[in-house]
C-alpha cells in the first residue's frame, strides 16, 4: 500500500494551494482521509480528516475557516484546499487513511491511521 501526495510547493502568504492524496494497493473511497503536517523543530499535527463517504469533516482550529477537506470517490482522491495561507503553515504535508469511522465529536486518534504518504512540502513566503 502507498499513499502519495501531491501538490506542494511555493506560495506567498494569503495565495492558495491544494493538496490532492491519492493511494496505490488501497481502495482510498472506503477509508477515513486525514490531513497532518508537520514544521521543522516541531511535532506532527492534525490539519483535518473527512469520513469514507464525504458527509463528516473536523479541522484543526488553526486552519478552520481556511481550509477545506474533500474527495472524490471516483478518482479515489482526497483533497486539500488551502486559502488564505500563512507562514505558519509552512510544513510537511501528510495524508494517512484509516478505517475506524470518523463521528462528530469522536475522531481516530493518529495510532488509527494505518498508511501514511511520504509527505508534501508548503512553503508559504511573506
Known amino acids: 500500500v502507498q499513499l502519495v501526495e501531491s501538490g506542494g510547493g511555493l506560495v506567498q502568504a494569503g495565495g492558495s494551494m491544494r493538496l490532492s492524496c491519492g493511494a496505490s494497493?488501497?481502495?482510498?473511497?472506503?477509508?477515513?482521509v486525514g490531513w497532518f503536517r508537520q514544521a521543522p523543530g516541531k511535532e506532527r499535527e492534525f490539519v483535518a480528516v473527512i469520513d469514507w463517504r464525504g458527509d463528516v469533516t473536523h479541522y484543526a482550529d488553526s486552519v478552520k475557516g481556511r481550509f477545506t477537506i474533500s474527495r472524490d470517490n471516483a478518482e479515489e482522491t482526497v483533497s486539500l484546499q488551502m486559502n488564505r495561507l500563512k507562514q505558519d503553515d509552512t510544513a510537511l504535508y501528510y495524508c494517512?487513511?484509516?478505517?475506524?469511522?470518523?463521528?462528530?465529536?469522536?475522531?481516530?486518534?493518529?495510532?488509527?491511521?494505518?498508511?501514511w504518504g511520504q509527505g508534501t512540502q508548503v512553503t508559504v513566503s511573506s
Open positions: 494517512a487513511s484509516t478505517f475506524v469511522p470518523v463521528r462528530a465529536g469522536k475522531l481516530p486518534t493518529t495510532d488509527d491511521y494505518d498508511y
Open positions: 494497493g488501497l481502495a482510498l473511497s472506503v477509508c477515513a
